[in-house]
């Protein structure tokens, strides 16, 4: 049976006979007696094995490994030892799988370093396990807030030879034989596909398509940037959910983020209670009280101009000077956070450090994006009412030497029947971040890709 | 409000003015009325929106063209038409969205080759606004089938340098510049991750490794094939799910397999009525018998030999001939679904003509492995029990030639702390395919790719 459901089920067991399936992930050896920390990874909490030299194979048992797989049979029962409210009686202990004393995930601590090394050991430690089943779990409220609602769910292609977000930095995708190029001009109409593509670094373009076809979409898939960054916060293979919505103007859509934020946070504290008390305990003091703080406050809604001038009248001596008319930085967002105490969302970016397909205001200097500043997060989200007029639209391409090339389609979907209509885009994994206060992207990838690093 | 919302709460607003914003799907126009038949994409069902020459703008109403987006001020009422039970009778229609006489979706019947050159339109046709909602929610079927389980969802990686079938075939992703390269040895160091990389063909390895730890997960994720095959079965880049459980052995793997699949069936014709009925009326006559049938019978379980004995023992005359120990053909798949009148697990499969990773059996001339046939979709999954022994496996990689090179730690898996696993995969596009009726594997992705095509 599954750890989970003796657990689930606690009064229906005890005192009877189960049979566990699982993985020593430490041994305590006495003379009389032994002790197992037993986990089978189907729920965060493990369980104590108590076992002793009645047991026929007491002295076989005795030498069994850390990493160890084994079958037990015994008896829940209360425990009398401390750090655990129940304890397995052994009658029998059966190794299925043994484990050498090379084993690099010993009963100790490890540095993050180390693990990721090992990443294809790491999920079966307390911080992986925890991280993890959480990301499982956000994934599905993802899912879930959205399908409840009647969104359909795009999956966008991945290969393609759109530049969605006109940034460059995409990989190519190719079936050439590079070692028989020569140093000519390429011949592209021999690529698989016919010409030159790459991996997508959005899903939006095509959700918009498909928002003009059922109203409320989302996207949940990998999207990809070969940007050569060794921060804690990129890699060059991520996830990304993009709603895209019709009938939906710049407040609305802020509705919805800020819902749906909600929904998600109170979903995984619901649904993972032991890893969340884990990761308070260990990782980050304060996470559950940081992310309850989060679900009951009203998020402030501020224009990008007005926070330039909260920062410009700070006392506040930045390394960067605020400037009307420009980005923000990073000390910028956090001080702006601080000050409202809690999450900012800000509107009307400058235009110009803003992507083609946000609608332009009418002052003509700004456009109708909003990010989401989250305290302790960052820019969690970030999305835009989209340019529905076809003529502004391609002005803006124009101006912003976008080329029209292969996007035909996308100015089409404003000449057909076109809307009001937004969108916004948010990282998985600097949601799980937030989420589980882990520091490093690496760390909540399973298989994390950054520059020079690809194995597993 | 949404159309959805309207149906579902008819009775509330029967009589009561409501606006409704959506596109005009066609347009019949009278001297006196005009009757719009209107969609907004969040349920399959249209309305049909009536108005008359007392509404100020009567003449200008008139005009507007199919495709067009509106407005709708008007009042649910009983319809004396006939072909719906209500209609709504306008008292104001504003024009949102122009949509020229050019659009390419007019109110007729469109070749499916012209609508895949259409792809970013296509949605917003009767046949693709019942696929790609029943894609959406197939894909929450799979979600919630696993997650109520308990199983842990994995991302797996989409780059990757291992080629986890053994198979060849992969795309190439790279940052160096092809233009620049000559024709000697490539450098891979100055690639972005230092080595030769691909898009992944499979994402079962790692989801093995991530079974070691929660013991039951799955993948549902993007894999690629950089296959020259235009047939309606085959795309480059499509979706899988892959299931992988730890302390489940061949028969256990098999009842996972039906008890999803029933699962998911249920779930598509529960929550996509209308879309289910579409279909079985214009695409698939019977649709929703077969799936019914399917979800009542038990699945037959029997031996690639034995399919092999009864196929030399049928008086049909097959194209290629039967023989024991070789791979069998799709009319041989056909005859077996059709002589037990129902899907089949085919298990046992000879060693040779399956992947590396398969648990050899007792006789040394099979494998673990497990096909399902389903009647009139042909090979449903695919599954096996892992080789679960280190030197088995290592033994078997050797003989078939896999480089262990980047595949230590896949087989370090057996050697700490092995188990008896088992694991299974599933092409979303061949569940789509079958449950949809809809025959080419280009007509259930939003936007295929193919040999030669990567539009959009």
């Known amino acids: 049976m599954d750890l989970k459901e003796l657990y689930d089920k606690l009064k229906d067991y005890m005192g009877k006979e189960i049979i566990l399936k699982g993985w020593i992930r430490n041994h305590r050896k006495q003379k009389e007696f032994g002790f197992i920390d037993f986990s089978d990874g189907t729920c965060f909490k493990h369980i104590q094995i108590v076992y002793d030299n009645t047991l026929e194979d007491f002295d076989e048992i005795q030498k069994y490994h850390i990493g160890s797989t084994i079958e037990v049979r015994g008896i829940p029962i209360k425990s009398e030892g401390k750090g655990q409210e129940i304890e397995i009686k052994a009658q029998n202990i059966k190794l299925l799988g043994d484990c050498p004393e090379d084993y690099p995930i010993q009963a100790k601590r490890h540095s993050m370093e180390f693990l990721r090394e090992q990443a294809y050991l790491r999920p079966r430690t307390n911080l992986f396990q925890a991280t993890f089943r959480i990301r499982s779990i956000a994934a599905m409220a993802i899912h879930t807030y959205f399908q409840e609602r009647g969104y359909v769910y795009v999956h966008s292609p991945l290969i393609t030879a759109n530049d969605g977000e006109g940034a460059g930095e995409m990989f190519q995708v190719t079936t050439l034989d590079l070692e028989k190029l020569s140093d000519k001009k390429i011949d592209y109409t021999k690529d698989f596909y016919g010409k030159k593509v790459g991996l997508t670094v959005t899903g939006q373009l095509e959700a918009e398509a498909f928002a003009t076809a059922f109203k409320k979409t989302y996207t949940f898939g990998p999207t990809f940037r070969a940007e050569n960054s060794n921060t804690k916060t990129h890699a060059s293979e991520f996830w990304m959910i993009e709603p895209e919505i019709s009938f939906c103007d710049l407040n609305e859509l802020m509705d919805i983020e800020e819902d749906m934020l909600k929904f998600i946070v109170n979903y995984v504290l619901e649904h993972a209670k032991d890893e969340m008390e884990f990761l308070d305990k260990f990782v980050e003091k304060g996470l559950i009280d940081k992310l309850t703080k989060l679900v009951n406050s009203k998020f402030t809604r501020i224009t990008h101009e007005e926070v330039i001038t909260i920062l410009k009248n700070s006392k506040q001596k930045f390394e960067f000077t605020p400037e009307y008319g420009e980005d923000i ?30 609608k332009l205001n009418d002052d003509n200097k700004t456009v109708a994006a909003v990010d989401l500043e989250v305290p302790g997060a960052g820019e969690l989200m970030g999305g835009s009412q989209r340019e529905e007029d076809y003529d502004k639209l391609l002005n803006r391409m124009k101006e912003m030497k976008i080329s029209e090339k292969g996007l035909e389609w996308y100015l089409n979907l404003r000449k057909y029947g076109t809307c009001v209509h937004s969108g916004f885009g948010m990282g998985f994994e600097r949601l799980l971040i937030y989420l589980t206060g882990v520091e490093n992207i690496r760390d909540v990838i399973p298989f994390p890709r950054t520059p020079g690093n690809c194995d597993f």
Chains 1, 2 share one sequence.
């Open 329 to 358: 930085a990073k000390e910028h967002e956090k001080y702006i956070t601080e000050y409202f105490n809690g999450p900012v969302f800000i509107t009307n970016w400058p235009k110009d450090i803003k992507a083609f397909y946000m």
